[in-house]
């Protein structure tokens, strides 16, 4: 499981680990609870900075991964021994860096301030940029369904790759705002996206798009998280 909040707050993300640990990325640096004691990460263990504003998630290897939002710094990766930093000078398309999230494949996706998305795929970098298939170049939210399809959230609305080819969808096809900051998949089929400044909450079934108001009893259209229990 896994949630990414707002750039703003001192807490940014927190997830659960394939152990069943929670890795919690703040504003001093990286923390994991395994169930009985704390560990914590800072600059001086490996981190590019201890300002880790950005997002946090896990590769198909069990490496975590947390990113520094706006403060810049790229993205880091933990492979229970080692913190290793990939920049623009390893093939990230910006260092600005606010959501992340591993496949099923191996692939690391991206999603950086005005870059667009850079995918990892062992050590080959790809960027995806609105020159092709997304609807804008700040990404603020990246998840993956049950089927396999890899879901961004831009600044301009969603765009979806389903591992061949890549769908775009804004507020013309039922999304309730073109910010996107959140996204989740449910076990059911449906996948759920947080607007900024648009009508609150929408659910996709991958036919038909439900978009939940302040009417409906949402207390704010602005939903920068969304986490699916068990």
């Not at 939903?223 to 068990?230: H, L």
Request: glycine share 16%; aromatic share 14%; with cysteine.
């Amino acid at each position: 499981q896994h949630r990414n909040n707002d750039q703003h707050r001192q807490n940014q993300a927190f997830a659960q680990g394939q152990a069943g640990n929670l890795w919690f990325a703040t504003s001093g640096g990286v923390s994991k609870f395994d169930g009985a004691g704390w560990t914590s990460w800072t600059v001086s263990e490996g981190l590019a900075s201890n300002n880790v504003i950005g997002d946090i998630a896990f590769d198909a290897e069990g490496n975590t991964w947390v990113s520094y939002g706006f403060a810049g710094y790229g993205a880091s990766s933990f492979n229970g021994a080692v913190w290793t930093t990939v920049t623009i000078a390893d093939g990230l398309c910006d260092d600005h860096v606010y959501a992340i999230a591993g496949d099923a494949e191996g692939s690391v996706w991206l999603g950086t301030h005005g870059g667009g998305i850079s995918k990892l795929d062992t050590a080959t970098w790809t960027t995806y940029s609105t020159e092709s298939v997304l609807r804008g170049n700040t990404v603020r939210a990246i998840a993956v369904d049950n089927a396999g399809r890899r879901w961004f959230g831009t600044s301009s609305g969603v765009s979806v790759f389903d591992g061949i080819s890549w769908t775009m969808y804004g507020e013309a096809d039922g999304l309730s705002g073109y910010s996107v900051y959140a996204i989740a998949a449910d076990t059911a089929g449906h996948t759920w996206f947080g607007t900024f400044g648009g009508e609150g909450l929408s659910r996709f079934d991958g036919t038909t798009w439900t978009t939940y108001t302040v009417a409906d009893g949402l207390l704010t259209p602005y939903v920068v998280a969304i986490d699916i229990d068990a």
